[in-house]
Protein backbone atom coordinates (compact mmCIF):
# COMPACT_ATOMS: atom_id res chain seq x y z
CA UNK A 1 0.00 0.00 0.00
CA UNK A 2 1.17 3.51 -0.92
CA UNK A 3 1.81 5.13 2.41
CA UNK A 4 3.11 8.36 3.68
CA UNK A 5 6.26 10.19 1.65
CA UNK A 6 9.40 10.02 3.85
CA UNK A 7 10.66 13.75 4.49
CA UNK A 8 14.22 12.91 3.53
CA UNK A 9 13.28 12.11 0.09
CA UNK A 10 11.48 12.45 -3.31
CA UNK A 11 8.90 10.07 -2.79
CA UNK A 12 6.61 8.31 -5.70
CA UNK A 13 4.81 5.42 -5.99
CA UNK A 14 2.10 3.50 -8.23
CA UNK A 15 -0.22 0.72 -7.42
CA UNK A 16 -2.07 -1.04 -9.91
CA UNK A 17 -4.88 -4.49 -9.44
CA UNK A 18 -5.84 -6.12 -12.77
CA UNK A 19 -8.80 -8.66 -12.65
CA UNK A 20 -10.07 -10.77 -15.71
CA UNK A 21 -13.68 -9.59 -16.59
CA UNK A 22 -15.78 -13.15 -17.86
CA UNK A 23 -18.01 -10.66 -19.28
CA UNK A 24 -15.98 -9.04 -21.36
CA UNK A 25 -13.52 -11.22 -21.61
CA UNK A 26 -10.65 -9.02 -21.25
CA UNK A 27 -8.15 -8.52 -18.50
CA UNK A 28 -8.71 -4.66 -17.01
CA UNK A 29 -6.91 -2.69 -14.39
CA UNK A 30 -9.66 -2.70 -11.75
CA UNK A 31 -7.38 -0.56 -9.40
CA UNK A 32 -4.93 2.04 -9.78
CA UNK A 33 -3.16 4.78 -6.78
CA UNK A 34 -0.18 6.71 -7.41
CA UNK A 35 1.51 9.38 -5.06
CA UNK A 36 4.07 11.63 -6.89
CA UNK A 37 5.08 11.79 -10.85
CA UNK A 38 4.62 8.09 -11.86
CA UNK A 39 1.56 7.11 -14.14
CA UNK A 40 0.06 4.45 -15.93
CA UNK A 41 -1.21 5.32 -19.76
CA UNK A 42 -4.52 4.13 -21.05
CA UNK A 43 -5.01 0.53 -21.54
CA UNK A 44 -4.64 -1.27 -24.89
CA UNK A 45 -6.32 -4.92 -25.53
CA UNK A 46 -4.24 -6.06 -29.23
CA UNK A 47 -4.70 -9.52 -28.87
CA UNK A 48 -8.22 -11.77 -28.98
CA UNK A 49 -7.43 -13.40 -25.97
CA UNK A 50 -7.95 -10.12 -24.10
CA UNK A 51 -4.70 -9.63 -22.38
CA UNK A 52 -4.30 -6.72 -21.28
CA UNK A 53 -1.05 -4.10 -22.05
CA UNK A 54 -0.10 -1.21 -19.74
CA UNK A 55 2.73 1.57 -19.61
CA UNK A 56 4.22 3.19 -16.81
CA UNK A 57 4.81 6.67 -17.40
CA UNK A 58 7.58 7.99 -15.07
CA UNK A 59 7.91 11.82 -16.44
CA UNK A 60 11.24 12.66 -14.76
CA UNK A 61 12.78 9.96 -17.14
CA UNK A 62 14.90 8.74 -14.40
CA UNK A 63 16.10 8.47 -10.83
CA UNK A 64 17.97 11.06 -8.85
CA UNK A 65 19.95 11.71 -5.50
CA UNK A 66 16.90 11.29 -2.76
CA UNK A 67 14.20 9.68 -5.25
CA UNK A 68 12.62 6.66 -3.62
CA UNK A 69 10.05 5.02 -6.13
CA UNK A 70 7.90 2.29 -5.27
CA UNK A 71 5.66 -0.03 -7.60
CA UNK A 72 2.91 -2.61 -6.22
CA UNK A 73 1.70 -4.79 -9.13
CA UNK A 74 -1.24 -7.45 -8.61
CA UNK A 75 -2.77 -9.63 -10.80
CA UNK A 76 -5.90 -11.97 -10.05
CA UNK A 77 -6.70 -15.05 -10.58
CA UNK A 78 -7.54 -16.09 -14.58
CA UNK A 79 -5.64 -12.47 -15.34
CA UNK A 80 -3.32 -11.61 -17.83
CA UNK A 81 -1.19 -8.24 -17.87
CA UNK A 82 1.41 -7.06 -19.03
CA UNK A 83 3.24 -4.23 -18.44
CA UNK A 84 6.20 -2.03 -19.73
CA UNK A 85 8.07 1.59 -20.10
CA UNK A 86 8.20 3.69 -23.00
CA UNK A 87 11.98 4.21 -22.84
CA UNK A 88 15.07 3.37 -21.08
CA UNK A 89 15.07 4.29 -17.21
CA UNK A 90 17.96 6.21 -15.98
CA UNK A 91 19.95 6.25 -12.69
CA UNK A 92 21.26 9.33 -12.43
CA UNK A 93 24.38 10.87 -10.65
CA UNK A 94 23.39 11.53 -7.19
CA UNK A 95 26.42 13.79 -5.68
CA UNK A 96 26.56 11.22 -2.78
CA UNK A 97 22.92 10.74 -2.21
CA UNK A 98 21.34 7.95 -2.16
CA UNK A 99 18.45 6.76 -4.56
CA UNK A 100 15.69 3.54 -4.12
CA UNK A 101 13.42 1.57 -5.97
CA UNK A 102 11.20 -0.91 -4.95
CA UNK A 103 9.05 -3.01 -6.81
CA UNK A 104 6.83 -6.00 -5.70
CA UNK A 105 4.50 -7.90 -7.93
CA UNK A 106 1.47 -10.65 -6.34
CA UNK A 107 0.44 -12.97 -9.29
CA UNK A 108 -2.69 -15.21 -8.03
CA UNK A 109 -3.16 -18.69 -9.32
CA UNK A 110 -4.05 -19.34 -12.72
CA UNK A 111 -2.79 -15.69 -13.54
CA UNK A 112 -0.35 -14.71 -15.70
CA UNK A 113 1.89 -11.49 -15.57
CA UNK A 114 4.68 -9.97 -17.92
CA UNK A 115 6.96 -7.16 -16.69
CA UNK A 116 8.97 -6.06 -19.46
CA UNK A 117 10.89 -3.19 -19.02
CA UNK A 118 13.00 -1.48 -20.95
CA UNK A 119 16.79 -1.20 -20.31
CA UNK A 120 18.08 0.72 -16.90
CA UNK A 121 21.11 3.31 -17.51
CA UNK A 122 23.33 3.09 -14.96
CA UNK A 123 25.25 6.93 -14.82
CA UNK A 124 28.74 7.09 -13.38
CA UNK A 125 27.96 9.02 -9.71
CA UNK A 126 24.73 7.17 -9.52
CA UNK A 127 24.13 5.86 -5.79
CA UNK A 128 21.14 3.30 -6.94
CA UNK A 129 19.54 0.73 -4.65
CA UNK A 130 16.50 -1.32 -6.10
CA UNK A 131 14.64 -4.41 -5.17
CA UNK A 132 12.13 -6.21 -7.14
CA UNK A 133 9.84 -9.08 -5.36
CA UNK A 134 7.73 -11.49 -7.62
CA UNK A 135 5.60 -13.82 -5.52
CA UNK A 136 3.30 -16.25 -7.28
CA UNK A 137 0.70 -18.11 -5.81
CA UNK A 138 0.85 -22.11 -6.69
CA UNK A 139 -0.54 -22.08 -10.26
CA UNK A 140 0.65 -18.43 -11.49
CA UNK A 141 2.59 -18.26 -14.57
CA UNK A 142 5.73 -15.28 -14.91
CA UNK A 143 7.76 -13.95 -17.82
CA UNK A 144 10.14 -11.06 -17.02
CA UNK A 145 13.32 -9.10 -17.55
CA UNK A 146 16.07 -6.52 -16.12
CA UNK A 147 18.19 -5.04 -18.36
CA UNK A 148 21.13 -2.96 -17.33
CA UNK A 149 23.57 -0.70 -18.77
CA UNK A 150 26.21 0.55 -17.18
CA UNK A 151 27.76 3.82 -18.21
CA UNK A 152 26.64 6.01 -21.04
CA UNK A 153 27.73 4.30 -24.23
CA UNK A 154 27.34 6.63 -26.52
CA UNK A 155 29.78 9.27 -24.57
CA UNK A 156 32.15 6.30 -23.62
CA UNK A 157 31.48 6.83 -19.57
CA UNK A 158 32.61 4.09 -17.50
CA UNK A 159 31.42 3.48 -13.97
CA UNK A 160 34.57 5.26 -11.74
CA UNK A 161 32.26 6.59 -8.61
CA UNK A 162 28.77 5.79 -6.96
CA UNK A 163 27.28 2.64 -6.41
CA UNK A 164 24.78 -0.48 -7.26
CA UNK A 165 22.95 -2.65 -5.34
CA UNK A 166 20.30 -4.95 -6.94
CA UNK A 167 18.32 -7.42 -4.59
CA UNK A 168 16.38 -9.92 -6.83
CA UNK A 169 13.77 -12.24 -5.09
CA UNK A 170 11.14 -14.92 -6.75
CA UNK A 171 8.71 -16.75 -4.84
CA UNK A 172 6.27 -19.30 -4.94
CA UNK A 173 3.51 -20.35 -3.00
CA UNK A 174 5.80 -18.25 -0.50
CA UNK A 175 8.44 -20.95 -1.16
CA UNK A 176 12.31 -18.75 -2.58
CA UNK A 177 12.89 -20.11 -5.73
CA UNK A 178 15.35 -17.59 -6.88
CA UNK A 179 17.66 -15.39 -4.80
CA UNK A 180 19.78 -13.01 -7.20
CA UNK A 181 21.98 -10.37 -5.61
CA UNK A 182 24.05 -7.42 -7.13
CA UNK A 183 26.63 -4.97 -5.07
CA UNK A 184 29.61 -3.03 -7.29
CA UNK A 185 31.17 0.30 -6.70
CA UNK A 186 32.82 2.56 -9.04
CA UNK A 187 35.88 1.22 -10.48
CA UNK A 188 35.46 -2.09 -8.87
CA UNK A 189 37.70 -4.82 -9.97
CA UNK A 190 34.49 -6.90 -10.98
CA UNK A 191 33.56 -4.94 -13.74
CA UNK A 192 37.02 -5.71 -15.07
CA UNK A 193 37.78 -9.02 -13.83
CA UNK A 194 36.75 -12.42 -16.40
CA UNK A 195 34.86 -13.19 -13.04
CA UNK A 196 32.17 -10.58 -13.29
CA UNK A 197 32.12 -8.03 -16.22
CA UNK A 198 34.92 -8.81 -18.28
CA UNK A 199 34.67 -4.99 -19.41
CA UNK A 200 31.69 -5.45 -20.81
CA UNK A 201 28.70 -3.03 -20.47
CA UNK A 202 25.42 -4.53 -20.73
CA UNK A 203 23.94 -7.50 -18.50
CA UNK A 204 20.65 -9.09 -18.47
CA UNK A 205 18.38 -11.39 -16.92
CA UNK A 206 15.09 -13.24 -18.14
CA UNK A 207 12.95 -15.19 -16.10
CA UNK A 208 10.15 -17.62 -17.23
CA UNK A 209 7.41 -19.78 -14.95
CA UNK A 210 5.32 -22.12 -16.58
CA UNK A 211 1.69 -22.24 -15.78
CA UNK A 212 1.26 -25.74 -13.84
CA UNK A 213 0.41 -28.12 -16.07
CA UNK A 214 3.43 -27.55 -17.99
CA UNK A 215 6.44 -27.84 -15.52
CA UNK A 216 7.25 -30.76 -16.35
CA UNK A 217 11.32 -31.29 -16.58
CA UNK A 218 11.20 -33.02 -19.99
CA UNK A 219 9.20 -30.40 -21.85
CA UNK A 220 11.19 -27.76 -20.18
CA UNK A 221 14.14 -29.18 -21.21
CA UNK A 222 12.79 -29.51 -24.78
CA UNK A 223 12.28 -25.63 -24.77
CA UNK A 224 15.43 -24.80 -23.91
CA UNK A 225 17.21 -26.32 -26.29
CA UNK A 226 15.26 -25.26 -28.73
CA UNK A 227 15.31 -21.59 -27.29
CA UNK A 228 19.60 -22.35 -27.64
CA UNK A 229 19.58 -23.06 -31.09
CA UNK A 230 17.71 -19.71 -31.85
CA UNK A 231 20.33 -17.78 -29.74
CA UNK A 232 22.81 -19.43 -31.85
CA UNK A 233 20.83 -18.49 -34.93
CA UNK A 234 20.49 -14.78 -33.94
CA UNK A 235 24.28 -14.84 -32.75
CA UNK A 236 24.05 -13.32 -29.06
CA UNK A 237 25.89 -14.14 -26.36
CA UNK A 238 22.97 -15.53 -24.39
CA UNK A 239 23.18 -18.67 -21.79
CA UNK A 240 19.79 -20.65 -20.90
CA UNK A 241 19.78 -22.29 -17.54
CA UNK A 242 16.89 -24.76 -16.18
CA UNK A 243 16.80 -23.49 -12.00
CA UNK A 244 14.68 -26.18 -11.38
CA UNK A 245 10.93 -24.91 -13.60
CA UNK A 246 12.53 -21.37 -13.69
CA UNK A 247 13.96 -21.30 -17.06
CA UNK A 248 16.69 -18.58 -16.89
CA UNK A 249 18.67 -16.61 -19.91
CA UNK A 250 21.29 -14.33 -18.79
CA UNK A 251 23.36 -11.83 -21.40
CA UNK A 252 26.87 -9.98 -21.11
CA UNK A 253 28.21 -8.08 -24.02
CA UNK A 254 28.12 -4.86 -25.14
CA UNK A 255 24.48 -3.87 -27.06
CA UNK A 256 22.02 -3.25 -25.31
CA UNK A 257 19.71 -3.37 -28.49
CA UNK A 258 20.85 -7.05 -29.38
CA UNK A 259 19.73 -8.20 -25.30
CA UNK A 260 16.42 -6.48 -26.02
CA UNK A 261 16.11 -8.51 -29.19
CA UNK A 262 17.30 -11.74 -28.20
CA UNK A 263 15.05 -11.69 -24.46
CA UNK A 264 12.14 -10.55 -26.87
CA UNK A 265 12.59 -13.79 -29.19
CA UNK A 266 12.70 -15.70 -26.02
CA UNK A 267 9.34 -14.59 -25.35
CA UNK A 268 7.87 -14.89 -28.29
CA UNK A 269 8.65 -18.16 -27.98
CA UNK A 270 7.46 -19.09 -24.19
CA UNK A 271 4.17 -17.47 -25.37
CA UNK A 272 3.46 -19.71 -28.11
CA UNK A 273 5.06 -23.05 -26.29
CA UNK A 274 3.00 -22.26 -23.03
CA UNK A 275 -0.23 -19.76 -23.40
CA UNK A 276 -0.62 -20.92 -27.61
CA UNK A 277 0.24 -16.88 -28.32
CA UNK A 278 1.52 -14.96 -30.83
CA UNK A 279 4.52 -12.53 -29.29
CA UNK A 280 2.56 -9.50 -29.55
CA UNK A 281 5.11 -6.94 -29.33
CA UNK A 282 4.14 -3.49 -26.71
CA UNK A 283 3.20 -0.70 -29.58
CA UNK A 284 5.24 1.62 -27.40
CA UNK A 285 8.09 -0.75 -28.79
CA UNK A 286 7.65 0.47 -32.11
CA UNK A 287 7.50 4.27 -31.31
Known amino acids: MIKNAPTQLWYAALELGFEYQAEAARTVLQHRKHHGPVRIQKMLWPEKTGVCHAIIVHPPAGIAGGDH ?4 MKVDTQAHALVTTPGAGKWYKTNGKQAYQHIHIHVADQAIFEWLPQETMLFDGACANSETHIHLDESASFIGWDMLVIGRQACGEIFQQGHYQNIFRLFRADKLLVADSLNFKGKDRWLTSCLGMNG ?7 WGIAPLHLRNQTLLSEHIELIRELMMRMNVPVTLTLLGDVICARYLG ?8 AFAAIRA ?11 EFPRIWRT
Open 69 to 72: LTFD
Open 269 to 279: KLRRYWYDLDE
Open 254 to 261: NDVRHCHD
Open 200 to 206: HAVMASF
